[in-house]
Every structure is written in structure tokens, then in C-alpha cells.
């Protein structure tokens, strides 16, 4: 009967019922949202990162965790020391990383030692670099930027020209030769990261340290590499924002809830004088309230869930190469909580300010 | 009519506080009402049948006095245990019915079984009720489809559904035509004689008053 109760007051206030069920929603789409761009996010850069097929990656000492970014410099001559001089290292690669427009970066590499380490890009358009002003882009950036071969795309000030477009997934959505990245930064003959790949992953812990000894560089296993710097709890202040952001869905579910509840309790005043005069008591009267904001909670988040589908598209539909967004259905049971913690923190007081109500005052009500 | 008592009221007092004034709607009422009577209760606005019939029907505690109904002496009773009392013991009927309008009439006398625990009891005698209320055809259709006589019905089985000793019925024919007046009146009757059901009721109107056993009247918050 109390569910009947419930049901039938949210489908006899069908207006009130439905903008409650949105805006309880909309937290749980910007929860889901941005735990899928986080997601989605080191995921893609982590699967590029892999995709390089190296063992060791090497940095300056003074980069920080994250992708490496000009001005972090080491000199490229340090590329053809480690391929000579060091044990066990069978190819070497320098590239830089510059950052273009958030989060996006235009890597520059030379593309034969890129093919020879990863086994190259695939071209489903135009063909590998050529040229000093040739530039290569994935399919998405080249779905986000409707770009073509034979394109003029303008990057750090400089026109490049579109001669490939490669499927994504290895190191870089937009790429030109090191060279002349280097000429168009000024940074003479530098890199950010170079790449090695040994004659076996077995010897990965020697050349780590033995680099690590010989030079004041930060030499580390791909594999601890990607797993440290594309975890959540890693990037700092995510996690911060995180919870900020959980902070916040709590507070608005708590406010929308309190709100709807309390316009409901008001408008319903007469009738829970009824429910009192006819025995019901302020237990089963807050029953009611609680289980009516339970309810609007869970609507709220599967609404908030469906339309964080919505967002999934648009986003891979309109920004595919800047954001990369997953659906991450183990958030929808901590979304759904954290809104049904806010729901039944907002029914509280118009639930208690119900149970309270005098049945005469109630029952004259009009 | 049976010989026991089902109300006992002496030196019945109330006092209402509206911000710091006192206003005295009961002083002192004195009244008794035996097992399977009807009694009739009429007096001008203000005089307080309505606070008595609150009192009695366990919406409000008394001031001073003694009220006991069905044996419970309601001064000593706690918020809880009189919402006990309004469960099993007294049932309301309303001048405006008092429906909840989202619900059908069925479900409108289902939870006031549901609250009082009865809903899992057999009710092959509120059938039989249902039919002498004549609502047994409309029990689908919600308040707003009902005529104010079938609202009145239904409410009047919401009051009843559970057994209470005693059915305490604050003007029902006030909302009603002169037809539908003499139809509640008469279902009122005919559960006080078939089936010895306790009635107290409020009215204004001679006529319906002439229904009941007896008939006591009030002014200034006392039984005359």
C-alpha cells in the first residue's frame, strides 16, 4: 500500500514528478561524465602510450609523471648513445610531445624508427611523411577538424600540409617529423622522451639501472610507466575533483529533493491529515516521504544514467580526438548512491515537518 | 442497544492557546454514551461539538476531565497511543469526505485496513457492507468520479472497515443533496441497527438529528 501511495502521487503530479527525475539526473549524468572522460582519457592515452611497443622509456630527471612535454629536454644525441653505448638495446627513438590545444599534442618522430619499433601507422588515407611541412592525423582528430588529404592545417603558427590520415591507437594523434618540429619550436637538437626497445624484455631491469647509473636521465619499464602515470589516483588532483564533483551531486540531489519534497508535503498537507486521522502514524507518514524520495532518486539516476549515454555521444560525436569518453557502468551503483544519500538527506525534514503536522490543522487545510 | 458504556466524559475541559491568549472551547462537559447507541449531537458554531468529537476521536488530548472510550482512558494516552486508538477503535466520517483523491475508492478503504493491520484479514463481511452501502459497483473509479453521496459512502466504509467501537461522524450530510442526505442517513441507521454500531454525530439539521436514539445538544463548550 505504501508503494501504491508513492505511485500514485508521483503519477498524479506527472510535471513535478519529471523535473524532479531531471534535475536529480543531471548530477548523476555530470558524475558519470566525468568519471568516463578520466576513464576514458588515461585510458586512450595509455593504450597510445603501449601501442610505441617499447620496453624503456627515458626522460629528463627533472619530468614529472605524465606526458612529457617540451621544455623537459634531452639532447637527441643521447638517441644514437643508447643504441651504440648501452647493452641490450636494440632500437632507440626520440620524439617531442608539444601541446597544441588541450589536451591535445603534436608529436614529432622520425617515422621510419617509429615503424620500425611499432610496426608503423596504418594509412587508411595518404601515405607517411615525406616532406619537412607534411603532417600526419588520426581518424578522429580528422572526423573533429573535418579535415582531408592535401588540407592546410595551421599548427604553432606554421602551415602543414595533410598527406596522411593514420588509425589511432600508437603514440600520437598528430604527427610530424622531428625535425621539423624542432626547427618550429626552436629547441635545436632536443627531444622530451626517447623510446627503447631491447633484444629481450628480460633485460629491462639492467638497462634501467644501468642508464640510471651512467646518466642523470629517468630511465623506466613501459609497463610501470603506463600503469603509474595513466592511473587515476596518480594524476594529481583528479581524485580531488573527483570527490568535489560527488560533493556537489550530493548537495544538488539533497536540494531538488528537499525542495520537491517539501512542495509535495505542502501540497499534501490535507491528505496526510487523513492518513493520521484514519490511524496512520508519524512513522508510516515519514515511511511515505522517504520511500517517494527513493524513488525519485533511483528515476533520477537512471535518467542521469541514460543521458550520460547522451553526453557519451555527443562527445564522440562532436570533440572524438580532444576527449576520449567510456561508459563505466561500475559508477552507475556509486552514482545511484551517492543520489539516493542526497534524496534521503532532502526528505528528511519535509518528511519530518509531515509526521509532525497536527491532523486537525492538517484535515483544514485547503 | 446494548447496556454498556462505549463514552465516558465527565468534567471535560479544553483549552486552545492562540499566541498568548487561552480560549476555552470545552468547560466542562458531562456526557455518556452506551454500547449501540446513536446520539445525535447538535449546537451552534463555536459551541465545540467538533473539539469533542476530536477529543473523543483521539485527534487531540484533553486538558483536564475524564474521557474514557471503549474502556481507554484517553487523558493517560500518549501522541502513539492515540493513533492507536484512531486505528482500531473510532472511525471518522467527514463533512468533506476526506478522500484521498489519488486513490480509488477500493485503495481508499484498503489503507485504512492496511494501517490498521487488517488488510490480511478475509472480508467477506465488508463485502456484505459494501453492498448495503450500494458502492460495490464503483469501488474502481477515483473520488473525482464519484458523486459527493458515493464519496460519502465510501467514506463511511473507510470508517468502518475495521470494526471500530464507535463511528464518530462530524456533519456527513453537509456536503450532500437532500436525496443523497437521506440516503447516508439511513446507512448510518441501518449499521447502528443491524449491526449495534456505536454512532456519534455532529449536525445542524433537525431532520437528521431526528434519526438518531437522542439527540443532546451544546453551547459555550458545554452540553446543555
Redo the contacts between chains.
Keep these: ?1 505504501t508503494t ?2 508513492v505511485f ?2 508521483l ?2 503530479k506527472p510535471m513535478r514528478s519529471l523535473l524532479s527525475f531531471l534535475l536529480i539526473g543531471v548530477p548523476v549524468t555530470l558524475i558519470l561524465t566525468l568519471q568516463g572522460l578520466s576513464s576514458g582519457m588515461l585510458n586512450d592515452a595509455r593504450d597510445r602510450a603501449r601501442g610505441v611497443g617499447a620496453d624503456i622509456l627515458v626522460r629528463a630527471s627533472s619530468s614529472t609523471i605524465g606526458i612529457q612535454q617540451t621544455p623537459d629536454a634531452v639532447p637527441e644525441k643521447y638517441v644514437s648513445y643508447f643504441r651504440t653505448d648501452v647493452p641490450h638495446v636494440k632500437l632507440a627513438m626520440g620524439v617531442i610531445n608539444h601541446s597544441i590545444e588541450f589536451p591535445l599534442i603534436i608529436t614529432g618522430l622520425n617515422l621510419d624508427e617509429f615503424t620500425a619499433m611499432s610496426g608503423g601507422f596504418i594509412f587508411p588515407k595518404g601515405h607517411g611523411l615525406r616532406d619537412p611541412d607534411d603532417i600526419l592525423v588520426d581518424t578522429l582528430y580528422a572526423k573533429q577538424k573535418k579535415l582531408q588529404i592535401g588540407a592546410t592545417v595551421t599548427l604553432l603558427n606554421h602551415p602543414w600540409h595533410l598527406v596522411g590520415i593514420i588509425e589511432g591507437g600508437k603514440l600520437a594523434r598528430v604527427v610530424v617529423s622531428l625535425k621539423s618540429l624542432q626547427e618550429v619550436l626552436h629547441i635545436g637538437s632536443n627531444v622530451t622522451s626517447i623510446y627503447l626497445k631491447l633484444d629481450d624484455p628480460a633485460n629491462i631491469d639492467f638497462v634501467d639501472r644501468f642508464i640510471q647509473e651512467h646518466n642523470n636521465l629517468r630511465a623506466e619499464p613501459m609497463a610501470d610507466y603506463t600503469e603509474a602515470a595513466y592511473n587515476i589516483s596518480n594524476v594529481p588532483g583528479l581524485s580531488d575533483f573527483m570527490y568535489v564533483v560527488m560533493a556537489i551531486g550530493i548537495v544538488i540531489g539533497f536540494a531538488v529533493v528537499c525542495l520537491s519534497m517539501y512542495m509535495s508535503v505542502l501540497q499534501r498537507t ?2 496526510i ?10 512513522s ?1 507518514i515519514l515511511r511515505i516521504i522517504l520511500a517517494e524520495a527513493m524513488v525519485l532518486g533511483l528515476g533520477g539516476t537512471v535518467l542521469g544514467i541514460l543521458m550520460s549515454f547522451g553526453a557519451w555521444w555527443l562527445i564522440r560525436t562532436l570533440v572524438p580526438s580532444s576527449l576520449s569518453i567510456e561508459i563505466v557502468p561500475l559508477w552507475w551503483p556509486i552514482a545511484g548512491g551517492i543520489t539516493l544519500v542526497g534524496a534521503a538527506l532532502g526528505a528528511l525534514y519535509p518528511g519530518l515537518n509531515a509526521a509532525r503536522h ?3 490543522e492538517a ?1 483544514a487545510y485547503e | 442497544m446494548s447496556s454498556g458504556t462505549a463514552i465516558e466524559i465527565q468534567d471535560l475541559r479544553k483549552t486552545y492557546r492562540v499566541g498568548k491568549v487561552e480560549v476555552p472551547a470545552l468547560r466542562g462537559v458531562d456526557l455518556q454514551v452506551k454500547t449501540g447507541e446513536f446520539l445525535a449531537i447538535v449546537g451552534p458554531s463555536g459551541s465545540g461539538k467538533s473539539t469533542l468529537f476530536h477529543i473523543i476521536g483521539g485527534l487531540t488530548p484533553p486538558t483536564s476531565g475524564l474521557v474514557r472510550v471503549a474502556g481507554l482512558d484517553l487523558s493517560a494516552l500518549s501522541d502513539s497511543g492515540r493513533t492507536t486508538l484512531r486505528k482500531k477503535t473510532v472511525g471518522f466520517v467527514f463533512q468533506k469526505f476526506n478522500l484521498l483523491p489519488n486513490l480509488t475508492a477500493r485503495d481508499n478503504i484498503a489503507v485504512a485496513r492496511y494501517i490498521a493491520g487488517t488488510d490480511g484479514l478475509s472480508s467477506k463481511d465488508f463485502d456484505e457492507v459494501l453492498r448495503l452501502l450500494g458502492i460495490d459497483r464503483r469501488l474502481d473509479h477515483k473520488p473525482s468520479a464519484l458523486s459527493g453521496g458515493e464519496q460519502q459512502r465510501v467514506a463511511i466504509a473507510r470508517a468502518i472497515v475495521n470494526h471500530p467501537a464507535i463511528l464518530l461522524a462530524d456533519e456527513p450530510t453537509g456536503n450532500l443533496d437532500t436525496g443523497n442526505s437521506q440516503a447516508v442517513l439511513e446507512i448510518l441507521r441501518d449499521l447502528n441497527q443491524r449491526r449495534g454500531q456505536t454512532i456519534l454525530m455532529i449536525t445542524h439539521n433537525p431532520e437528521a438529528a431526528a434519526f438518531a436514539h437522542r439527540t443532546v445538544r451544546m453551547r459555550d463548550g458545554r452540553v446543555e
Design positions: 500500500m501504491k501511495l500514485e502521487n503519477k498524479n490535507r491528505e491529515g487523513i492518513l493520521k486521522a484514519i490511524g496512520g502514524s508519524n508510516f497536527d491532523p486537525i484535515l
